[in-house]
């Protein structure tokens, strides 16, 4: 079954499903080479990036995470300083110790890692292939896999099997089973619970509830840690487009001048713990997809400003959000899709932006058709967002996008609670539009930097 704490995993920047994918993709590869008694005997590897993995794929780190997963680092348990440096020693000695075995074999980064663009895969815009030679240079074990968003990965198996065959059925095998808002809704009328406790209850199928709760508390707290991070970090963002951070600076002015505006402040508050997360993201250090990485900034920021008491977490209010937030992701998850590379933004930063809604019309009090509405809301004011980052980075406009996604949420939130209970327009209908837009939408506009801002603006 789909698990919010699927939806929000512990991984590292600055990509998802350029970098957590591809690095989860790799070290799986190993781990089912051994178990097919090829892995041991390989003398090679060759690794062929198809499709928006090339295109944005330097910039995105996408070689780097096919080096960190080979080598057997995971996203959720990895030290990104740790992991540089093990990448660097890597390509220094032309050396590299397959996850799963002792000895190490010769390493050639321009020759094993191919970013393949003119390759566009069919099933996904992010594939990858991976082989293991033998001395001869004869293929020994092969297998191609697909990033398809938010840390997920899949096989060409998983992707030919019809959705309604693969997460839908699996969303169904619940004690209160959805696969749509509509279904979601109605356990809730059915069962007088709200949405968060319809989650729940899926969730205790799966696990005892205190694990779950200490999932959800420590997803929080990777998402605390990394707004401190990016609160108090200077610098110049890697990469070669010379963005400096802008967080810290922010977050002093505000700090010396408490008594300003506090609608004006509001703003800033949201903007500055968004930037602060997606800065660190861009760096590559550790954030929490949510539902991407490129979109992480969104739903920290909501949680720091409206899910504190005097600058202490309201631990029940933050779980409220996470579970309510987690379940309207999981319904894009299964009838859309959360890759910016198939969607546009609109995917990522409008997802995020729609599950932050969600949550915060939660924790304010309002009841399951004011949680959908303050989701639909969100999502049909993102609807055609594209992905055309600048220089392949996460940077550009992504940074800034997650501030404005914050405020969006918040005023989707307000505008639901506030509104009376004729809408036009159901949480189902702007997904099921989402989805069609995506597809619609040129490939140039999803994450491959051939359109938008990525051509039009000069790199400097």
Not at 43 to 50: D, I, K
Not at 326 to 354: D, F, H, N, P, T
């Amino acid at each position: 079954m789909l698990s919010v704490l699927d939806i929000f995993k512990i991984g590292i920047g600055p990509s998802s499903s350029h970098t957590v994918g591809p690095m989860r993709a790799a070290r799986r590869f190993l781990v089912e080479a051994r178990e097919a008694g090829a892995l041991d005997q390989a003398e090679r590897f060759h690794v062929e990036l198809h499709g928006s993995l090339a295109l944005t794929g330097i910039g995105h780190g996408s070689d780097r995470a096919v080096i960190m997963g080979l080598m057997g680092f995971e996203p959720e348990a990895t030290d990104p300083d740790d992991a540089a440096r093990a990448v660097a020693e890597a390509r220094a000695e032309g050396r590299l110790t397959l996850f799963g075995r002792t000895d190490a074999v010769a390493f050639d980064e321009r020759r094993d890692i191919e970013l393949r663009g003119d390759i566009i895969p069919t099933l996904h815009p992010n594939g990858m292939r991976l082989r293991l030679l033998d001395g001869e240079g004869a293929t020994t074990f092969e297998q191609t896999y697909y990033s398809v968003g938010g840390g997920f990965i899949a096989s060409s198996r998983q992707l030919e099997t019809p959705a309604e065959d693969d997460l839908i059925v699996q969303a169904k095998k619940g004690p209160k089973p959805f696969a749509s808002a509509a279904e979601l809704m109605a356990f809730c009328q059915e069962d007088d619970l709200d949405v968060a406790s319809v989650v729940l209850a899926n969730e205790d199928a799966m696990r005892p509830r205190a694990e779950t709760l200490a999932g959800l508390d420590a997803i929080w707290a990777a998402m605390l840690a990394c707004v401190e991070r990016g609160l108090s970090t200077e610098g110049e963002l890697p990469g070669g487009l010379r963005v400096r951070r802008r967080a810290p600076k922010l977050y002093r002015s505000l700090l010396e001048t408490p008594l300003a505006n506090d609608r004006e402040q509001l703003f800033d508050w949201l903007n500055v713990f968004a930037m602060a997360v997606n800065e660190e993201n861009a760096a590559g250090g550790r954030v929490v997809t949510a539902p991407t990485n490129g979109a992480a900034g969104i739903i920290p920021s909501i949680i720091m400003h409206y899910c504190r008491d005097d600058g202490a977490p309201q631990i029940d209010r933050i779980r409220t959000f996470l579970l309510t937030a987690g379940g309207v992701g999981m319904l894009y998850k299964m009838r859309a899709s959360i890759s910016g590379a198939e969607m546009g933004c609109q995917g990522e930063v409008g997802v995020a932006c729609s599950m932050a809604a969600a949550g915060l019309a939660a924790v304010w009090g309002g009841g399951p058709r004011q949680v959908e509405r303050a989701a639909e809301i969100a999502m049909e004011h993102n609807l055609g967002l594209t992905c055309d980052p600048v220089g392949g980075l996460v940077q550009i406009p992504c940074i800034e996008r997650n501030a404005i996604g914050a405020v969006k949420a918040a005023n989707a939130a307000r505008l639901a609670l506030r509104s009376g209970d004729d809408a036009k327009v159901s949480l189902d209908q702007v997904i099921e539009t989402m989805r069609q837009t995506g597809l619609d939408m040129s490939t140039k506009y999803k994450e491959t930097s051939e359109g938008g801002l990525a051509v039009n603006v000069v790199e400097c």
